[in-house]
């Protein structure tokens, strides 16, 4: 349950960082709300998950697919462009967390 939690906690704050792009800077209304909620929202469930996964395994999971999946956005919602470096850096990113679920045993499975 507390991975689930976890997942929910990634997609509240992708969600809210993509608001917070479309709210250029506070001006708009509607997506400021969607941002602000969903950071509140995503800090809360990441609370929750904490009761259960070490607050480093957590931070290093939410933090890193939450980078891959907003880089992701940025480039298919709002053309921004991912050079090779970047590529590079987001697949070392998605390894390490691979490697803290499959290989670390301070991951509670």
């Not at 697919?65 to 697949?91: E, R, Y």
Request: proline share 4%.
């Amino acid at each position: 349950m507390p991975w689930i939690v976890l997942f929910f906690a990634i997609v509240c704050e992708t969600i809210g960082t993509t608001a917070l792009h479309a709210s250029q800077q506070f001006t708009r209304l509607g997506p400021s709300l969607v941002a602000v909620l969903g950071y509140c929202l995503s800090f809360y469930l990441l609370s929750m998950a904490l009761r259960e996964i070490p607050v480093g395994i957590a931070y290093a999971i939410w933090a890193g697919l939450g980078i891959v999946l907003i880089a992701a956005i940025g480039w298919s919602l709002f053309g921004q462009k991912l050079d090779t470096a970047a590529l590079v850096g987001m697949s070392l990113i998605l390894s390490g967390i691979v490697v803290i679920n499959v290989f670390s045993g301070s991951n509670p499975h």
